[in-house]
């Protein structure tokens, strides 16, 4: 099991930033990908980026070039910094991660955390 816990969230101006992390626990050796996803009410969960095993990236056209994904192997952390922020980046935001280069049912979910850019 893989326990995934959020920080960073919260309220920030429109062209403000905001770093979200996202801290594994548990059994982290099997995860290979980590990333983020974001969901506004009414819709669906959408990928916003994630880094792999040997920090290869992959970013949704909506976060590219503003947002940026690490990760802190030895901690199985992966941080999401955030510039440039607009309101329709308001969302809640979900930690994932799973043990393989695809999206699984075998995946891991964090409890999600608020942004809210606003004015």
């Known amino acids: 099991q893989v326990q995934l816990v959020e920080s960073g969230g919260g309220l920030v101006q429109p062209g403000g930033s905001l770093t979200l992390s996202c801290a594994a626990s548990g059994s982290p050796t099997i995860i290979y990908r980590m990333g983020w996803y974001r969901q506004v009410p009414g819709k669906q969960r959408k990928l916003v980026a994630n880094i792999f095993q040997f920090d290869s990236t992959m970013y949704a056209e909506s976060a590219t070039g503003r947002f940026t994904i690490s990760r802190d192997n030895g901690k199985n952390t992966v941080h999401l910094q955030m510039n440039g922020l607009k309101a329709e980046d308001t969302a809640v935001y979900y930690c994932?991660?799973?043990?393989?280069?695809?999206?699984?049912?075998?995946?891991?979910w964090g409890q999600g955390i608020q942004v809210t850019v606003s004015s």
């Open positions: 994932r991660a799973g043990p393989d280069y695809n999206p699984s049912p075998a995946d891991y």
